[in-house]
């Protein structure tokens, strides 16, 4: 079925990695996976994970001040640890950390994720993972076993009952939009019995948004960390870390730049993704200022260039232009995106059809444009003359090509 038109229009998402880890400002579940921490060190993080700063509603208007149409959080990493207070398993908060979220978020017409792991590398029944140093023998390794789906049947059947029941609560509880899973590489789709997950899970929230590490029933692609540089097909979204982690982790102050992010955005968005921005908020509950500054600036420059960005889909492919562009949902605007001030004329190739105008968004100035050359049925390379000085924006300038028609390019072999 179609994906939600809410998740396509949305185009900016915040991915929000907290949980125990941030205490110790550890890596989410991986830093005891990989031996970096003692496991029992790595829970003793519960204890004293206070939250006795978290402002659920500060979360949600700074995700509405960078322009974000929905936020997904870690309900349950592959650590186990539960953020609200589950009946089943016992890792969790004690108390529940979801609700206020939920309850913000929609407060600020923003739509409510959750990710959730399908792996628990605490859970008894569950073939863990969690070892205390690389695996010699990778053969014997728990690893191995539970790749294999090596479990005892019972206790398996146990493990995922304990799932359906989390699962039930989160849906019957906060009526996510979209559910994130995670952990879905230990075990095949068989295994994990998605078909009857998603059955479950579509009977509480029929219109819920799935991601694809749902496997066979998710609804969207989910590269990470490296922006793909053949967009995929179909809806799909880029998860990216504001500065190197996930979690909250006080010595990575390898933080991106506004600009850097504009880039990853516009690109993402041209390329028909949504880019999902991952931070990290302290134990406490409050986010790091430097991660504040970037997505504030981030939706500073949406905000400038809300045209270019809301209500826009896929623009032209690779080569036509240098750099990224949209297209209005008539198909009729293209917006070129200039990271850099233009030395010279600005170069559009193979569009056919005219052009009827140009302008510069946001001061909407006019630019002077010609077409040049073409012969048969190549059409020339449009031309348009550079913005002045005053008209760039500081982070990246749009310009907005009003066309005579419906979009059309010509691809050297035949024309889309």
């Known amino acids: 079925m179609p994906i939600q038109p809410w998740f396509t229009e949305a185009k900016l998402?915040?991915?929000?990695?907290?949980?125990?880890?941030?205490?110790?400002?550890?890596?989410?579940?991986?830093?005891?996976?990989?031996?970096?921490?003692?496991?029992?060190?790595?829970?003793?993080?519960?204890?004293?994970?206070?939250?006795?700063?978290?402002?659920?509603?500060?979360?949600?208007?700074?995700?509405?001040?960078a322009g974000a149409g929905y936020a997904v959080l870690t309900s349950r990493?592959?650590?186990?640890?539960?953020?609200?207070?589950?009946?089943?398993?016992?890792?969790?908060?004690?108390?529940?950390?979801?609700?206020?979220?939920?309850?913000?978020?929609r407060e600020r017409g923003l739509k409510v994720g959750l990710y959730y792991s399908h792996s628990d590398w605490s859970h008894p029944d569950y073939a863990s993972v969690r070892r205390p140093g690389p695996f010699l023998d990778w053969e014997d390794s728990p690893?191995?076993?539970?790749?294999?789906?090596?479990?005892?049947?019972?206790?398996?059947?146990?493990?995922?009952?304990?799932?359906?029941?989390?699962?039930?609560?989160?849906?019957?509880?906060?009526?996510?939009?979209?559910?994130?899973?995670?952990?879905?590489?230990?075990?095949?789709e068989e295994q994990w019995r998605i078909a009857d997950l998603a059955a479950l899970i579509r009977s509480e929230v029929p219109d819920v948004v799935l991601n694809a590490r749902m496997l066979g029933e998710g609804d969207y692609a989910t590269p990470e960390q490296g922006a793909p540089v053949v967009p995929p097909e179909g809806p799909w979204e880029l998860c990216l870390t504001v500065n190197d982690s996930w979690g909250f982790q006080p010595h990575d102050h390898h933080h991106?730049?506004?600009?850097?992010?504009?880039?990853?955005?516009?690109?993402?968005?041209?390329?028909?993704?949504?880019?999902?921005?991952?931070?990290?908020?302290?134990?406490?509950?409050?986010?790091?200022?430097?991660?504040?500054?970037?997505?504030?600036?981030?939706?500073?420059?949406?905000?400038?260039?809300?045209?270019?960005?809301?209500g826009t889909g896929r623009g032209m492919p690779a080569g036509h232009h240098y750099g990224p562009s949209t297209l209005s949902a008539d198909r009729r605007t293209l917006y070129l995106i200039l990271f850099d001030a233009p030395r010279a004329e600005i170069g559009v190739r193979g569009l056919i059809g005219g052009v009827r105008r140009v302008t510069v968004v946001g001061s909407g100035r006019e630019l002077p444009h010609r077409i040049v050359g073409g012969l048969h049925e190549t059409p020339g390379v449009l031309w348009i003359d550079p913005p002045a000085a005053a008209d760039l924006d500081p982070c990246a300038t749009v310009l907005a090509v009003e066309l005579d028609q419906e979009l059309r390019v010509y691809r050297g072999s035949g024309r889309s």
């Open 256 to 310: 991106k730049s506004v600009d850097q992010l504009i880039r990853y955005f516009t690109e993402t968005i041209g390329g028909g993704g949504n880019l999902l921005l991952d931070v990290g908020p302290r134990a406490d509950g409050t986010v790091p200022e430097e991660q504040v500054e970037r997505l504030e600036g981030l939706g500073a420059w949406i905000a400038r260039h809300s045209d270019a960005v809301h």
């Open 77 to 105: 990493h592959h650590d186990g640890v539960a953020l609200w207070d589950s009946a089943h398993g016992e890792l969790n908060t004690g108390r529940d950390l979801i609700a206020g979220y939920a309850d913000a978020l």
């Open 143 to 188: 690893y191995a076993q539970a790749a294999a789906g090596a479990e005892d049947p019972a206790a398996w059947e146990r493990y995922l009952a304990y799932r359906d029941g989390q699962i039930r609560e989160l849906t019957a509880r906060y009526r996510p939009d979209l559910l994130w899973f995670d952990g879905e590489w230990e075990r095949d």
């Open 13 to 65: 998402g915040i991915f929000v990695h907290w949980g125990i880890y941030a205490v110790d400002g550890v890596a989410e579940s991986w830093s005891f996976y990989d031996g970096r921490v003692p496991y029992d060190r790595y829970m003793a993080q519960l204890g004293r994970f206070t939250a006795d700063r978290y402002d659920p509603r500060a979360w949600a208007d700074l995700f509405a001040r």
